[in-house]
């Protein structure tokens, strides 16, 4: 078996979720600090977008932005010499669009969940908004983030319609593990298909088992 996809893909999973947690949680904490309805509602339409469009659709509109012949490509390209679209960079590209709605949902859910007679408290003790996001909220919110994390992380491994679209199969480049399960079976190989089925299942499982040890320790730490 071909280890290749594997690498590409957790190599991809690892970096799009240190990008998507951080920017979930930031997301999260500036959705709910914003005071307006209409303006929380609509930048929270923005950011949950991809989770509901299809993800060919995302894809397409990542190959619009980040193609060769396109503005955002064609500026990495001509002033970092990058080339975004169909490269490694790619897939991580797609994995974090995919995934962050996941993580920023989570976040925002934990954040939500948090009492806000502890966030009065603390302004009336004269902390800064700062101080109150990472002593109060960020840390009673900890399971939940923690649990957005291990979705966003399966979701990013397991991303295939926006990686086809933008970054291709390229063996031993852009084929991560959903893309190889598509090419065995094309090819009939359907042996080594099930090898990577069986990785990417065993991967899944162990990320639903560790979400809901985070939900134990959750309703643990309410007890």
């Known amino acids: 078996m071909?280890?290749?996809p594997i690498l590409i893909s957790m190599k991809t999973a690892g970096l799009s979720i240190f990008v998507t947690f951080f920017l979930g949680i930031f997301a999260a904490w500036l959705v709910i600090s914003i005071r307006s309805e209409l303006g929380k509602a609509v930048l929270d339409g923005i950011l949950t977008l991809p989770l509901v469009l299809p993800p060919t659709v995302a894809g397409f509109?990542?190959?619009y932005?980040?193609?060769v012949k396109r503005p955002l490509g064609q500026f990495f390209l001509n002033y970092f010499g990058v080339k975004i679209a169909f490269?490694?960079?790619a897939t991580v590209l797609a994995a974090v669009v995919m995934s962050f709605p996941l993580m920023y949902r989570s976040a925002r859910g934990?954040?939500?969940q948090v009492d806000p007679n502890l966030v009065h408290?603390?302004?009336?003790?004269?902390?800064?908004e700062w101080t109150i996001f990472r002593k109060v909220l960020l840390a009673n919110a900890v399971p939940g983030v923690m649990?957005?994390?291990i979705l966003a992380y399966a979701r990013g491994l397991g991303e295939?319609?926006?990686t086809a679209m933008i970054a291709g199969n390229i063996a031993g480049k852009t084929r991560t593990l959903p893309m190889a399960v598509y090419s065995e079976v094309a090819a009939g190989n359907m042996d080594a298909a099930y090898r990577y089925v069986c990785v990417i299942v065993v991967i899944a499982f162990l990320a639903v088992f560790a979400m809901n040890g985070a939900a134990v320790y959750r309703r643990k730490q309410k007890c």
């Open 61 to 63: 509109f990542l190959l």
């Open 121 to 128: 408290a603390a302004r009336t003790l004269g902390m800064s």
């Open 160 to 162: 295939f319609g926006a």
């Open 2 to 4: 071909d280890l290749s």
């Open 65 to 67: 932005l980040f193609g």
């Open 87 to 89: 490269s490694w960079t």
């Open 147 to 149: 649990s957005g994390g």
């Open 110 to 112: 934990a954040f939500e």
